[in-house]
């Protein structure tokens, strides 16, 4: 399975302010995903980052807001824009298995917790 | 109708005894299927993938899928109080051409000592 790590592991922001997580894995992976999970709440997906092309933004969720960069198969990262409260939350990177054992079993990483303030 | 849906919980049971998780899907053409268990603060930790109709088991875990009934579940056989957590059911949901792995709200599992 894919080893994959998060900085920052959490922090808490200002209103206002924009803050960018960044995501690494340990091997060469075609997808990535990145999710928020709200407090008591499951996963939802904000987009999926394919290398090479713009990502692909699920319903509620804009670039403007949630811009998000892969310049290569083992890195991405995703920007809060101009955050609010309500942008308090976890968000977690994930990557597909590049194993092809399995080839749409998608592993987390251990998740940025935001708390805005 | 929720596209994956399970009962929240809390689905409390006593240890050494088999802990029943359950889960159902809206789309008729899902064929991949997974469960994930999360404990309190943690990222979800992929547990079992099950594709075919039947059972598989790897250790004390058991899922079972019946497409036909769209209805996937977890087993836990012999309990332990480390299996207590969020057990999260996900399946791959196809929507107009475009797949995504859909999550449940998970079921908050004790296991009583």
């Known amino acids: 399975s894919a080893v994959i790590s998060q900085k920052p592991s959490r922090d808490i922001c200002q209103r206002g302010t924009s803050l960018t997580i960044q995501c690494q894995v340990d091997?060469?992976?075609?997808?990535m995903f990145w999710y928020r999970q709200q407090p008591g709440q499951s996963l939802t997906l904000i987009a999926t980052a394919n290398q090479g092309s713009e990502a692909t933004y699920e319903s509620g969720f804009v670039i403007d807001k949630f811009p998000i960069s892969r310049p290569n198969l083992t890195f991405s990262t995703l920007t809060v824009s101009n955050m609010s409260p309500e942008d308090s939350s976890i968000y977690l990177c994930?990557?597909?298995?590049?194993?092809?054992?399995?080839?749409?079993?998608?592993?987390f990483g251990p998740g940025t917790r935001l708390t805005v303030l | 109708q929720k596209e994956v849906e399970q009962n929240s919980g809390p689905l409390s049971v006593p240890e050494g005894a088999i802990a029943s998780l359950n889960c159902t899907y809206s789309d008729r053409g899902s064929q991949s299927f997974f469960w994930y268990r999360q404990y309190s603060g943690k990222s979800p930790e992929l547990i079992m993938f099950i594709y075919s109709n039947g059972d598989k088991e790897d250790g004390r875990f058991t899922a079972q899928l019946n497409k036909a009934s769209q209805y996937v579940s977890l087993l836990i056989r012999d309990s332990q109080p480390s299996d207590s957590a969020t057990y999260l059911c996900?399946?791959?949901?196809?929507?107009?051409?475009?797949?995504?792995?859909?999550f449940g709200t998970g079921t908050r599992l004790t296991i009583i000592p």
């Open positions: 091997s060469q992976v075609t997808m």
């Open positions: 994930s990557a597909m298995d590049p194993s092809g054992t399995s080839t749409d079993t998608q592993y």
């Open positions: 996900a399946v791959i949901i196809s929507n107009f051409g475009n797949e995504k792995l859909t």
